[in-house]
């Protein structure tokens, strides 16, 4: 089944404690991204990534980190975790970045920072 | 500043009638539009997407509209249904010359209620 497998869907930490959320994607997509959640806020970007080794900012990325090694994975990375990054968090990828070629969206990892 | 806006957080819609979900854009590079669905617990599913130089798309029940002159489109759900209960996010995509293109950036979302 082709899917975009997030791990682990939920999540409490505590501030400044170094934690990793893993995406996988079995679709053989050059783009992914990852997106947070927020009430109020709708989805807004973190990171995407065009390819392998390929990695840009997106609206929101302090605070995170990201990285590209295998087309495959994109995992998320938060080095010293606060608060404010209490939220739900989307991982998505897609064939292509371009408009004809629609994100696949995994169900989420809803992360709480104490 | 927000580039996409879905200014109705919720609309009730009774079983049977036309949904219309609503979204303003502020960027005229915009090239795609597109509509996705979110249950609770779950990722978002892509619904329905426009391109720009389009002024409509259908797909079954499913018809988006785009107004570039007023930056404006819209979703329109004929017949609703007890399933389409959800939220439903508007999002735009610019690609540029080379074939790359930024992220989606999505409005904040308008949470459909269908009633029977």
């Known amino acids: 089944e082709a899917q975009v497998t997030q791990n682990p869907r939920y999540l409490i930490t505590v501030t400044g404690k170094k934690l990793t959320v893993t995406c996988s994607q079995n679709?053989?997509?050059?783009?992914m991204s990852w997106y947070r959640q927020d009430p109020g806020l709708g989805l807004r970007q973190i990171y995407y990534?065009?390819?392998?080794?390929?990695?840009d900012k997106g609206d929101v990325p302090e605070g995170y980190k990201v990285s590209r090694k295998e087309k495959r994975n994109f995992p998320l990375i938060l080095e010293s975790p606060s608060p404010n990054q209490t939220s739900l968090y989307f991982c998505?990828?897609?064939?292509?970045?371009?408009?004809?070629?629609?994100?696949?969206f995994g169900n989420g990892t809803r992360l709480t920072v104490t | 500043d927000q580039q996409v806006k879905q200014n109705s957080p919720s609309l009730s819609v009774q079983e049977g009638r036309i949904s219309i979900l609503n979204c303003d854009y502020t960027n005229s590079m915009f090239d795609y539009f597109l509509w996705y669905k979110k249950y609770p617990a779950e990722g978002p599913t892509f619904l329905i997407s426009i391109s720009s130089i389009k002024d409509k798309n259908e797909d079954g029940r499913f018809t988006v509209f785009l107004n570039k002159s007023a930056k404006h489109l819209s979703l329109h759900i004929v017949p609703s249904q007890p399933g389409d209960s959800a939220v439903y996010f508007c999002?735009?995509?610019?690609?540029?010359?080379?074939?790359?293109?930024?992220?989606?950036?999505f409005g904040k979302g308008t949470h459909l209620i269908i009633q029977p």
């Open positions: 998505a990828s897609s064939l292509l970045a371009t408009g004809g070629s629609p994100l696949h």
């Open positions: 679709m053989n997509h050059e783009y």
């Open positions: 999002a735009a995509l610019r690609v540029y010359s080379g074939g790359g293109a930024d992220g989606l950036t």
């Open positions: 990534s065009m390819n392998v080794e390929v990695t």
